[in-house]
């Protein structure tokens, strides 16, 4: 064959390969929290390479998103943000970013609590406005059947090849959430409705509390960047001693020298650490979804024991 003959082959077969996408490609999706990483991931499997904006143990709540960040989400097929207030930044980094990916809200569909509804004893007000939603939807295992829904649905349209793989991955997985939600509410049916009331971090479990039947008195608000006022914190302290509130968590994401206050001069006792807003890295004690709310069953559980 003549050179140029040969050069113009040869360019002929670099185009194709160029042209077709190479087989270990993999969708790239960004989602705004860990907890949402990992049911994408949990539906997305082998075809599926996901990123997490805000990481294990960090807190979503006033986010500041970074330069790389936006790079992220420039380069996602898909985001996957929650919604319902929670993750507002995602859609303006998006559009700072010029993604043109879809952006699928996995909490769609769920019925909403409002941000003050649960509770009424007072805390951080003038942070929310009446008619808020309270975002955290995920502490309730039949609304992540909803999320895991949405999110099948999303990337079957980004990747209309991987159909078969996402519904099969989504059917075992919903399998399982199933069998969650049930082994916590048999679990938690053991203790005796009085001691079923807990003081935790902010307000992230009223979906738990509406659920599964254990009252959370929250020290802050839904966003936990929100500081109680003093006389918030006055009345909660005597409601802890009021009721005999048994217990009082801390939170992976939130400061603990407020609730280790609350519980010192509302004389209950320290219950250990609920993960609310965020997985735990690796090789901690919540680093999947499922294992997040076994862990906060485990240690609710322990912590509301009778003496
Ligand atoms: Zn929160």
Do not use: C
């Not at 960004?30 to 075809?47: C, H, K, M, N, W």
């Not at 997490?52 to 500041?64: M, N, R, S, Y």
């Amino acid at each position: 064959m003549r050179p140029l003959l040969r050069l113009l082959a040869l360019s002929a077969l670099l185009l194709a390969a160029a042209l077709q996408p190479a087989r270990a490609e993999r969708v790239e999706v960004v989602a705004s929290f860990s907890i949402l990483a990992d049911l994408v991931a949990q539906v997305g499997g082998e075809r599926v390479s996901v990123r997490a904006l805000v990481g294990p143990d960090q807190d979503a709540h006033g986010f500041q998103p970074r330069p790389s960040d936006a790079r992220l989400v420039g380069a996602a097929t898909l985001v996957v943000a929650n919604g319902l207030g929670f993750d507002n930044w995602v859609e303006r980094l998006a559009r700072s970013a010029g993604s043109r990916a879809p952006l699928v809200l996995a909490a769609q569909g769920i019925e909403a609590l409002h941000a003050e509804e649960a509770h009424d004893h007072g805390h951080g007000h003038g942070h929310h406005d009446h008619g808020d939603l309270d975002p955290h939807a995920w502490q309730d295992v039949r609304n992540v059947v909803i999320y895991v829904r949405n999110i099948t649905d999303a990337l079957a349209a980004a990747d209309p090849a991987g159909t078969q793989d996402y519904r099969a991955n989504a059917e075992r997985y919903t399998a399982e959430l199933h069998a969650l939600d049930a082994e916590i509410r048999a679990a938690l049916a053991t203790l005796p409705a009085e001691r079923r009331k807990v003081v935790s971090s902010h307000d992230a479990f009223a979906y738990f509390d509406r659920a599964y039947g254990v009252r959370f008195l929250p020290a802050r608000g839904v966003a936990s960047t929100a500081e109680p006022s003093a006389q918030g914190i006055a009345r909660l302290i005597r409601q802890v001693r009021a009721e005999k509130v048994p217990a009082v968590f801390l939170e992976n994401v939130v400061d603990r020298r407020l609730v280790e206050r609350i519980r010192a001069e509302g004389g209950a006792r320290l219950g250990g650490t609920l993960y609310s807003d965020a997985l735990s890295a690796a090789g901690g004690p919540a680093p999947t979804y499922v294992a997040m709310m076994r862990h906060n069953l485990a240690t609710l559980l322990a912590g509301l024991a009778a003496d």
